[in-house]
């Protein structure tokens, strides 16, 4: 086994362990974090490929603002210290079955198509990805980069949606249990005195 291969086993043991760790600890500021170096092992795997360009895009764009954005999200609308509740077994069931079928996806593809090196040189320069990610025309990605920004959107609103918790219902508001309080005592009782309007 030569050092590239290691070093590509370590980078994708990282991103795994990671992910796995984001998905199954039950404080979610914690979470935040660990989804945080997923996705830094991510950007590793790109520098792995000689792909600096998309590295440092996935450093600017996904920890630099999309995780960022998480934590905030996180801090202004629940307290991040507390435990998230456990999942039910039907919950961990399905999540369960998904990552067998994203896996099993993964492996079907790898066996069929048998991805081998062809010796080609990979040259993508910027100039050639911004082009190509902005051409309009056949083979050009502007129609996908536009749908992928509109899902993040959907996401970073449906994260909020979720994590924003449900006013807790009470017996009245603190100023009508005031008000109830006051109600019929006289004003010399209560220590109020007349204001002159002005």
């Known amino acids: 086994m030569t050092a590239s291969a290691i070093i590509f086993y370590i980078i994708s043991a990282f991103v795994l362990g990671a992910g796995?760790?984001?998905?199954?600890?039950?404080?979610?500021?914690?979470?935040?974090?660990?989804?945080?170096?997923?996705?830094?092992?991510?950007?590793?795997?790109?520098?792995?490929?000689?792909v600096e360009f998309?590295?440092?895009?996935?450093?600017?764009v996904y920890?630099?603002?999309i995780v960022v954005l998480i934590i905030f999200s996180i801090f202004l609308t629940q307290q991040s210290g507390k435990e998230m509740p456990r999942q039910s077994l039907q919950r961990t069931i399905a999540s369960g079955l998904a990552v067998l079928f994203g896996f099993g996806l993964t492996?079907?593809?790898?066996?069929?198509?048998?991805?081998?090196?062809?010796?080609k040189s990979f040259n993508w320069t910027v100039s050639k990805i911004g082009?190509?990610?902005?051409?309009?025309?056949?083979?050009?990605?502007?129609?996908?980069?536009?749908?992928?920004?509109?899902?993040?959107?959907?996401?970073?609103?449906?994260c909020i949606?979720?994590?924003?918790?449900?006013?807790?219902?009470?017996?009245?508001?603190?100023d009508q249990q005031l008000l109830k309080k006051l109600d019929g005592k006289p004003e010399e009782e209560l220590g109020i005195t007349q204001i002159s309007e002005v």
Not at 164 to 171: G, H, L, S
Request: charged share 5%.
């Open 107 to 119: 492996f079907l593809q790898i066996w069929k198509y048998n991805f081998q090196p062809t010796g």
């Open 63 to 65: 920890v630099g603002g």
């Open 131 to 158: 082009s190509q990610m902005l051409n309009t025309s056949t083979g050009g990605y502007a129609l996908p980069f536009e749908v992928v920004s509109m899902l993040l959107l959907a996401a970073m609103v449906g």
């Open 161 to 174: 949606v979720i994590a924003m918790k449900a006013p807790v219902a009470t017996n009245g508001t603190a």
């Open 20 to 50: 796995l760790l984001a998905m199954t600890t039950r404080k979610i500021f914690r979470s935040a974090i660990w989804l945080l170096f997923s996705l830094i092992g991510v950007a590793a795997l790109y520098f792995w490929l000689q």
């Open 54 to 60: 998309i590295a440092a895009v996935q450093i600017i």
